[in-house]
């Protein structure tokens, strides 16, 4: 007589898996260790789960910048509505909020486009980039000049200040993996408030 085994549910190595372990990678040893070996040790998984969604590792790479963007850009839209210097100081203290919330995504902008092999991402991935640079970059813009309009601050000042700053003010901390201060975002904010007033 044979008998039935009650079948044990298979592990499931969602994409979220696979990205979350090639952050930490990324956070701790830098990008050049975001490799796919080193990616399937951490996040437990086999090399099929990884390689099923991820050929090779420039479509790692694509999926982590991306993702990263998505997160970082999602709530920061709204914030470019109202007053322009407001709007300049909450997009600041955003920033430094967000950094603290979600430090693999942080470094993941903080290492830079540049470095992510962007020539050789697929297709996809890489009109899904350019896509939303375009938007956010015409956001940037929009308040930008506004900015120039009402303060008459020179535009490479205002860049400076609005979207250099508040990556300085992080990059110290989560470089020397320290906590980010309670207080930066609105110390930051406030920066941001007197260089454009």
Known sequence: MLEYRQRMPRPTHDTSTILDAAGRILGAEGLAKVTMAAVIREAG???????YRFPDRPALLAALW??????????AYPLFEGDPVEAAAALAAYTVRWC???????????????????DAWPDAARQAE????VRWNQSIRG???????ETSVPIT???LVVVDLPYG????????DTPIPADLAEVVAGIVRTSLR
């Open 45 to 51: 998984v086999p090399s099929g789960s990884l390689y």
């Open 66 to 75: 991306n993702r990263a963007i998505e997160s970082y850009h999602r709530d």
């Open 100 to 118: 603290e919330a979600e430090p693999a995504h942080a470094h993941v902008l903080l290492a830079g486009r540049s470095r992510f092999d962007a």
């Open 130 to 133: 350019a896509a939303e640079s």
């Open 143 to 149: 308040l930008t000049r506004r900015l120039r309009a």
């Open 157 to 159: 000042e205002i860049l």
């Open 169 to 176: 003010a992080v990059r110290r901390y989560l470089g020397g």
